[in-house]
């Protein structure tokens, strides 16, 4: 991720240079992705919720980026993410991959996301079972146990956190990490995703 990107991630045109006085002074994530590209991505409607709507070029960018393994593609929408998340004053909590898809994926793609962004953060979750939640009904899910565990149940107590994932689509994962939290006397709890479902929109952020 050190190196200098030129052109466009999704498209491979060639970028233009960035001019603004932040990105002079460094103060600014330098653009990975053309405007062009840039504006075919949606945004959500809720911006304290998601970036943009997962719809048929979002499902196409996570192919890519997940299962193509394509890494620069981390790079993409870093812009967007610092604006919502780098003056959140609550921890960042990124979803774990169970280890047995980690080495499958051989990367953390939701934790590389906030690494481009240069964002901080901290690991309180584990994924205990290495089933995919898009399997079965949304009901069904919310009856199977809860596939997360907490690291540390004392360290989350009296704190706020903001579980950050890659997309949500029914929402089963974040409300159970949701409940995780609350549960082991977390302060507050909300969430954020790069993409996200209209269907979940302001279901757990109340």
Not at 132 to 159: I, Y
């Amino acid at each position: 991720m050190q190196q200098t990107i030129t052109h466009c991630v999704w498209c491979d045109t060639k970028l233009h240079a960035n001019r603004s006085w932040q990105g002079l002074w460094g103060r600014e994530q330098r653009a990975t992705i053309c405007e062009s590209c840039l504006q075919q991505f949606e945004v959500f409607t809720q911006p304290e919720e998601a970036c943009f709507i997962y719809n048929e070029i979002a499902s196409e960018w996570l192919q890519r980026y997940k299962i193509q393994k394509d890494l620069l593609l981390a790079t993409s929408f870093t812009q967007q993410l610092r604006q919502r998340l780098l003056k959140e004053r609550a921890i960042i909590v990124p979803v774990p991959l169970h280890p047995l898809k980690l080495q499958e994926r051989t990367f953390a793609q939701v934790e590389q996301l906030l690494i481009a962004a240069a964002l901080p953060y901290e690991e309180h979750l584990l994924k205990k079972d290495n089933i995919t939640q898009g399997l079965g009904s949304r009901a069904e899910r919310l009856q199977r146990e809860n596939p997360f565990v907490l690291r540390d149940r004392t360290a989350v107590l009296n704190r706020d956190f903001v579980i950050f994932d890659d997309v949500c689509t029914t929402g089963v994962t974040l409300q159970h990490i949701v409940m995780l939290f609350k549960e082991a006397g977390a302060r507050k709890v909300t969430t954020f995703t790069l993409f996200r479902s209209e269907f979940t929109r302001m279901m757990y952020n109340k």
